[in-house]
């Protein structure tokens, strides 16, 4: 069966949710040319959907979210500019994660390395089965970690970062929650309740203030504090363009009420 990326679309009483499967449990779920392409036209289907308010990516099977980038691929490029086009669709598939207006949760059911690892920096939140192991092996068979393994010293630090880029190696779950690169851990029977707790979260939220804090937070990571704090106060002053605070502290109230002894 060719490598797919499956886009299933779930209505919940609160909304509507997209989870996208990186389908490829042979190979791993390895990022490869033709599993690139339909993850990132998945996610593009994802994203267009106006009334989504989630997504969550992950990997077919319970060994690997995404085990990297295909060493088959990788073995065959033959100079500098089939290495460009080849990186530059890794890179279109975090970018497609990056681009979507909705909260992304990396769902990580097993191996994340390499590429596998920049498609779960790139995503909102990430959770995690407790047998998953992540690193960024690439200077292991020759090349440089890049394109959104810049993300990396944002999440974890530098000095954190610099560790698992230099060395190539790879870490457990347990590792990975305490230095920050993953948000939460659950034994593998587990984490589809940890994926659970977080889109109730999500979806117990104003559909629009949620997305206006997406792209406020995609915002901030190009701008100076003194820019990113001026961006804040627009988008506060634009959420009051319409009668949605309104509604939502009313409602809140009402919740918080209904909770009180």
Request: hydrophobic share 55%; glycine share 8%; proline share 5%.
């Amino acid at each position: 069966m060719p490598p797919v990326a499956r886009l299933v679309h779930e209505q919940r009483a609160s909304g509507r949710i997209a989870v996208v499967t990186l389908d490829d449990e042979a190979r791993l779920n390895a990022l490869g040319p033709a599993l690139m392409t339909e993850f990132t036209a998945a996610m593009a289907g994802a994203s267009d959907d106006p009334a989504l308010r989630a997504v969550v990516v992950t990997g077919a099977g319970t060994r690997a979210f995404a085990a990297g980038a295909d060493l088959d691929v990788l073995e065959q490029i033959a100079d500098p500019q089939a290495a460009r086009a080849f990186i530059l669709e890794v890179h279109g598939c975090c970018a497609a994660i990056r681009a979507c207006p909705v909260p992304v949760i990396a769902r990580i059911n097993g191996l994340a390395l390499g590429a596998g690892l920049e498609l779960a920096a790139a995503c909102d939140i990430r959770l995690a089965a407790d047998h998953a192991r992540l690193g960024m092996p690439e200077v292991r068979v020759g090349v440089p970690s890049v394109v959104e393994a810049a993300l990396l010293p944002g999440l974890i630090g530098w000095g954190r970062a610099r560790r698992l880029l230099l060395t190539g190696e790879t870490i457990d779950a347990v590792e990975a929650l305490a230095m920050g690169l993953i948000d939460a851990i659950a034994p593998a029977e587990g984490l589809d309740a940890l994926v659970e707790r977080d889109l109730a979260a999500i979806l117990a939220s104003d559909p629009a203030a949620v997305r206006a804090q997406k792209r406020l937070i995609r915002t901030w990571e190009t701008l100076s504090l003194d820019q990113a704090i001026e961006a804040g106060v627009d988008a506060f002053a634009e959420a009051y363009a319409t009668d949605v605070p309104a509604r939502a502290i009313a409602a809140w109230r009402v919740d918080r009420l209904s909770k009180t002894p």
